[in-house]
């Protein structure tokens, strides 16, 4: 394993103290505890929270910034937060009209935050929450009962986001988070694993000429393995699979994001958004806008994965306005 690390023990902390010393204008973390803040807390509006294991960088610290999230809790690498953790960080965000919780559905995500929230509302604090499970690619896992939260809930943390920089009061942003997650739909492919730092080796093989079509982002099963295909074969493969279950025409708008998990060259993404757009115009679907990079990774994972929100006018709107984080500016 070669890893630009000092102890595997210590990548959490150090990582986001880095990320305060070269961000400190936008994020701080908590002392104690590793967990982001905005560096402004912003009086009178909704908070949002979320975060899970390490390693999906900049998911979810580099969102935690105007118009998006206020906290971001960091679990040890692909395991969740503490509830001790997000209680931290519900306290330090709340400020006054309540705090909307998004969270990935796997099940220790779920089961941590949901207490953290019991724990804060015994504090006074008003707690709400949804959970995003955006992943068409299977119905269980390792990490879940039912479909994983997976790239999806950024679009959720900008749109939620939004919606409470406002000054919407928490049912309202709860709505719009649950109106995009009822609209997001995820399906990747890896082209190989990665290697956690605490295990020292990677999490599965594949050979040369294989993918995993539908893997997770802590590396859980796909739905199968495939021979290597050409990259536009590859994205008919995954926006079938998305148009498959999120049905999509003529008239249609959307926002489309094409996500790196963390060791796809740049150039190869936007070869795969080349066909992204092709089929969208073939349907007549109208691309609204269109994110290409690494924004929820797996470590140094190959592979992609496209993720396909259904916009109305309000998720528009709401898409379109400004963001200031590390990892969207909008």
Do not use: W
């Amino acid at each position: 394993m070669k890893k630009l690390i000092n102890k595997p023990e210590n990548v959490e902390v150090e990582m986001l103290e880095g990320m305060e010393m070269a961000h400190g204008d936008l994020l701080r973390k908590l002392e104690g505890f590793n967990v982001l803040v905005r560096a402004n807390k912003k009086q009178g509006k909704v908070a949002l929270v979320s975060g899970g294991g390490s390693g999906h960088e900049p998911a979810h610290g580099g969102y935690v910034g105007t118009g998006m999230l206020d906290g971001a809790v960091a679990g040890a690498m692909f395991t969740s937060p503490t509830p001790d953790q997000v209680f931290e960080a519900v306290k330090a965000v709340d400020a006054g009209k309540g705090v909307l919780l998004v969270i990935k559905n796997y099940t220790g995500d779920v089961l941590n935050f949901e207490m953290a929230a019991d724990m804060a509302e015994m504090e006074g604090i008003k707690v709400d929450k949804v959970i995003v499970n955006d992943d068409v690619a299977v119905m269980n896992s390792l990490y879940t009962t039912g479909r994983r939260g997976v790239a999806g809930t950024v679009f959720v943390h900008k749109v939620a986001g939004a919606m409470a920089e406002r000054g919407a009061e928490l049912d309202e942003v709860k709505r719009v988070a649950e109106k995009a997650i009822a609209n997001v739909r995820t399906m990747g492919v890896a082209l190989s694993a990665c290697t956690v730092p605490a295990a020292g080796k990677p999490g599965f093989a594949l050979e040369e000429d294989e993918m995993e079509v539908g893997l997770g982002i802590h590396g859980e099963p796909g739905t199968h393995k495939s021979k290597m295909l050409p990259a536009d074969e590859i994205v008919d493969l995954l926006l079938g699979k998305i148009f498959e279950d999120m049905p999509m025409g003529n008239g249609d708008k959307v926002a489309v994001m094409v996500n790196g998990c963390g060791g796809t060259p740049v150039s190869e993404l936007y070869i795969l958004n080349r066909r992204v757009a092709q089929v969208m115009a073939e349907k007549g679907i109208e691309v609204k806008k269109t994110l290409v990079g690494d924004y929820m990774t797996s470590l140094e994972m190959q592979g992609g994965a496209v993720s396909v929100l259904k916009l109305d006018d309000e998720l528009e709107g709401l898409l379109n306005e400004p963001a200031d984080t590390v990892g969207l500016k909008i």
